[in-house]
């Protein structure tokens, strides 16, 4: 949606908003991911308290993204030279390597596709906003958070793992997924499929509910 005078905001299961921008790794286009899923998430600027904790948890989650063929992508509104300079920071402060490119987005064209301006928080600053696009460039699901308040990298992984389990084995996974939990299988769409599934050796709670160890 992107209604003169409104937040754009991109749509789950609808393609993801190509951009072409900067990165501290060289231009970079969304299109030319494609085949790649896509972590993208934004930060409110850098230099700051939570988002230098945020990016030492990234790059600590960076190589199990790659392991699920993820590619991570941060992103603010400061240009390449700040981001440049706080990556190297952080390396010589912290000693760690950020391995993730970095989007310079000074004009805000790509956080504006994304609606990661939100002015009840600020009008200049990008919210903590992840995106998980899939290999085909779809729009999987996106987390918000406020600028105070920093992501949880667990959840980030799981639900990666959660959305690729989806796509592989058609099915869905319940409340407090975790890999090799059971999984949940489509409810029956007729009568006919109703009463045939308590003999398909599922476990079922009941007609609608029932799981598989995959």
Known sequence: MDIEGCISFPVLGEPAPDFEAETTQGPITLSGLKGKWVVLFSHPADFTPVCTTEFLAFASIYEELKSLNVQLLGLSVDSISAHLAWVHDIKEKMGVQIPFPIIADLTMKVAHKYGMIHPGQSSTAAVRCVFFIDDKGIMRAMIYYPLQNGRFMPEIIRLVKAL???????????????????????????????????????????????????
């Open 164 to 214: 690729q389990t989806t796509d592989k084995f058609k099915v869905s996974t319940p409340a407090n997924w975790q890999p090799g939990d059971k999984v949940v299988i489509p409810a029956p769409k007729t009568a006919a499929e109703m009463e045939k599934r308590p003999t398909e050796g599922y476990e079922c709670k009941d007609w609608y509910l029932c799981f598989k160890k995959i």
